[in-house]
């Protein structure tokens, strides 16, 4: 069975300061997927991760993937404000697209 | 990218009742499209799989009596919660893949009273 293990669950961070959120998966998947969500919003889809050591950037976040260790990253660099929101990970199972979830880490980027 | 549109966006219903909810892929055809319920401060949490003219697959615990989903179109699902009670209050969220993107509806908050 796939599980999807992130950490850590809650992150306060200083502005202008590098944070890095993992996500662990416990059995071979073909992709992975970084999603934001603001309070009382939907989500918005940051990266999806489809090969091993597949490296994506947006703006302050890059995504990484390694498929052998079974784990992504989102690095977060210079911190600002407006990137205080829950950050979800989901890993592809099965040929439907159905997706499995992380619990979600929540961010706040204090002054 | 993508864009997957929810009705209503919010709903306050009375015990008893029933609620239909729809999904909608605006701009492009969505053979599969995932139903997601979240709590407050939780992660989401995969209702079932709506399956374009054939039925839907329910996760494990999920009441297919009670959460019914209609898949009848290729751009179109809802999901009805029948006998609604306060338990099922919640926030609903639709989202439906195109290639290897899974995009979403912008969520549904259903209050029962």
């Known amino acids: 069975e796939l599980k999807v293990e992130q950490n850590p669950l809650f992150l306060s961070m200083q502005e202008g300061k590098n944070y890095t959120i993992y996500c662990n998966y416990s059995?071979?998947?073909?992709?992975l997927y970084w999603y934001r969500q603001d309070p009382g919003k939907s989500l918005e889809s940051l990266f999806v991760?489809?090969?091993n050591g597949a490296v994506k950037q947006e703006g302050r976040l890059m995504a990484s993937l390694d498929t052998k260790a079974r784990l992504s990253t989102l690095h977060i660099t210079a911190a600002v404000h407006d990137l205080s929101a829950t950050y979800f990970c989901?890993?592809?199972?099965?040929?439907?697209?159905?997706?499995?979830w992380g619990l979600g880490t929540s961010l706040a980027v204090n002054p | 990218g993508a864009v997957v549109s929810q009705h209503p966006s919010w709903v306050i219903c009375k015990s008893g009742t029933s609620v239909k909810i729809e999904c909608r892929s605006l701009?492009?055809?969505?053979?599969?499209m995932f139903w997601y319920r979240q709590f407050p401060k939780q992660s989401l949490m995969l209702m079932a799989t709506?399956?374009?003219?054939?039925?839907?697959?329910?996760e494990q615990g999920v009441e297919k009596d009670k959460f019914l989903i209609n898949h009848a179109s290729l751009t179109l699902s809802t999901l009805t919660v029948t006998s609604a009670h306060p338990e099922d209050s919640s926030f609903y969220i639709c989202?439906?893949?195109?290639?290897?993107?899974?995009?979403f509806g912008p969520g549904t908050r259903l209050t029962v009273t």
């Open positions: 701009d492009f055809q969505a053979t599969t």
């Open positions: 989901a890993v592809g199972a099965g040929n439907n697209r159905k997706l499995i």
């Open positions: 991760l489809l090969s």
């Open positions: 059995t071979t998947s073909d992709r």
């Open positions: 709506s399956n374009e003219g054939s039925k839907a697959t329910y």
């Open positions: 989202s439906a893949n195109e290639n290897l993107e899974q995009y």
